[in-house]
């Protein structure tokens, strides 16, 4: 008979095959990074059907990990989606629902919310944010105030200017042609602040050089603080317009700015994946990458693509709201697809999950632990259902399984046809499971269906109204 230790030899590499069939192995104090692109559309990566733009290092999280194909975000423009990515909160909660943040904006994401990184630190993680941060460029609601030990990055959007927003260059498809012609328009026509800490350290930004700077920003931290749990949040500025890589990587022809500006961001991807190959950290390190909401479609070819999807940013439509996400970490089961429902909404209960450590109680939130999810232990998500808000935090629909309904009032100021009555509505009522793109409008047939739905809505965002708590703002 083999002795124990003679037997535990043998099993081992049995043990390490089943780990590489079903991914990382679980990990204490594992470490976390958030890839948060800008604007890029649901069909603008390999692994996601894109026939035009290469991704292999983006795609390397869907071979190592999984992919979600049916993952949300909770607004389909920028500000209210990053406040629900960092706090698992519907943005009305958290008073920032109401579009997005400009220069002259006087509120912010509350310090007194907790987040993520709040979250995190508190366990004792080093936490940064490098990049976009658009929930509040005054010093009370900045990275550093509200659960993050370091921060370097623009404040708001890259086609806004300090102070007050104003003398920015002609915009449109023909506008970020000229503006893609002639690289140092950054410096020139352009007055957007680079923040390091709660400082302006850089204006205007070289956008040229912002998406490498972010990433090789990730990088030294992630050196620096390799022995102890990091969370690093990398919330890009692009490919929000306008669009600018570096002056050796750039392709001349405008017609291309898109796919160069995510082949880029690909190319910076890999390099911080690689780092924590060579660091041995990949096995003890979760990677999400997803974006904000969908692709800014007006822009053409300096936008992105929804692919199967309908409508873009700005929409409740699948395509302003369903986005790319792939996931890579300890348990996550490699070379995986998930279709269930879940989103950004659900990231902080997750990770709170996987780390073993309670929520703060007294503050509702409406994520939900998707752990299972993520692991590939479960076959259907605890979320069932999900509210879609315009990008104004108005109620506008709601999923609930494979059921969408939609409820479009238009707003009276824009509505030009005079015999419309100013509160008439559109409704939508889809079966996702039969029609993605959200073609096929089947209110007619299932009255029952839209008035259960239209009930269900209606009542959630009562309790979110009922309950909702005040922004920062400044006095």
């Known amino acids: 008979m083999l002795s124990r230790p003679l037997n535990l030899l043998l099993l081992l590499p049995v043990l390490a095959s089943v780990a590489l069939a079903t991914g990382f192995t679980q990990a204490a104090n594992p470490n976390f990074i958030i890839i948060f692109a800008d604007d890029q559309g649901y069909g603008d990566l390999s692994c996601f059907g894109s026939k035009t733009i290469k991704t292999p290092n983006i795609d390397r999280l869907a071979t190592e990990g999984r992919k979600f194909t049916s993952f949300m975000v909770a607004s389909p423009v920028c500000t209210p989606s990053r406040a629900a990515l960092l706090t698992a909160c519907y943005p009305k909660r958290v008073g920032m629902h109401q579009h997005v943040l400009f220069p002259a904006s006087k509120k912010g994401l509350h310090p007194e919310e907790h987040t993520i990184a709040d979250h995190l630190k508190s366990q004792g993680y080093a936490t940064a944010c490098f990049g976009k941060w658009h929930l509040g460029h005054h010093p009370e609601v900045l990275p550093t105030s509200n659960?993050?030990?370091t921060y370097y990055g623009i404040p708001y959007s890259n086609d806004m200017n300090h102070p007050d927003n104003k003398g920015k260059p002609q915009g449109g498809v023909q506008g970020m042609d000229l503006l893609w012609n002639d690289p140092k328009s950054t410096l020139t026509k352009w007055k957007t602040p680079l923040f390091e800490?709660?400082?302006i350290v850089e204006l205007p930004v070289d956008q040229r050089t912002v998406t490498r700077r972010y990433t090789q920003k990730a990088i030294d931290f992630v050196k620096a603080h390799r022995d102890r749990p990091f969370f690093v949040y990398l919330p890009?500025?692009?490919?929000?317009?306008?669009?600018?890589v570096p002056d050796d990587?750039?392709?001349?022809?405008?017609?291309?700015?898109y796919i160069n500006t995510i082949e880029h961001i690909d190319t910076e991807v890999g390099r911080l994946l690689d780092v924590l190959d060579e660091l041995k950290l990949t096995g003890k390190t979760y990677v999400i990458y997803t974006t904000d909401n969908g692709p800014w479609l007006p822009f053409r070819h300096h936008g992105g693509s929804a692919g199967p999807l309908r409508d873009g940013k700005g929409s409740t439509f699948e395509g302003g709201q369903r986005v790319p996400?792939?996931?890579?970490?300890?348990?996550?089961?490699?070379?995986?697809?998930?279709?269930?429902l879940t989103g950004t909404i659900d990231i902080l209960p997750t990770i709170a999950a996987i780390t073993d450590t309670p929520l703060p109680t007294g503050k509702k939130i409406d994520g939900l632990d998707v752990s299972a999810l993520w692991m590939g232990k479960a076959k259907k998500s605890p979320r069932d259902e999900f509210l879609h808000y315009t990008s104004r935090g108005e109620l506008q629909g709601i999923r609930q399984g494979n059921?969408?309904?939609?409820?479009?009032?238009?707003?009276?100021?824009r509505n030009k046809n005079k015999n419309t009555p100013a509160n008439s509505s559109q409704v939508f009522l889809f079966d996702l499971s039969k029609d993605l793109?959200?073609?096929?409008?089947?209110?007619?047939?299932?009255?029952?269906?839209v008035k259960g739905l239209r009930q269900r809505m209606e009542a959630l965002d009562k309790?979110?109204?009922?309950?909702?708590?005040?922004?920062w703002t400044k006095s």
């Open 325 to 340: 996400c792939l996931m890579r970490g300890p348990g996550i089961p490699a070379g995986t697809i998930c279709g269930e």
């Open 403 to 413: 059921w969408k309904l939609l409820v479009k009032t238009p707003r009276a100021r």
């Open 437 to 449: 793109g959200e073609q096929n409008n089947v209110v007619e047939q299932h009255p029952d269906v």
């Open 463 to 471: 309790e979110i109204t009922t309950n909702a708590r005040a922004p």
């Open 249 to 257: 990587v750039r392709d001349p022809d405008p017609k291309n700015a």
């Open 147 to 149: 659960g993050f030990d």
């Open 197 to 199: 800490d709660e400082k």
């Open 236 to 244: 890009h500025s692009m490919p929000h317009i306008p669009l600018y």
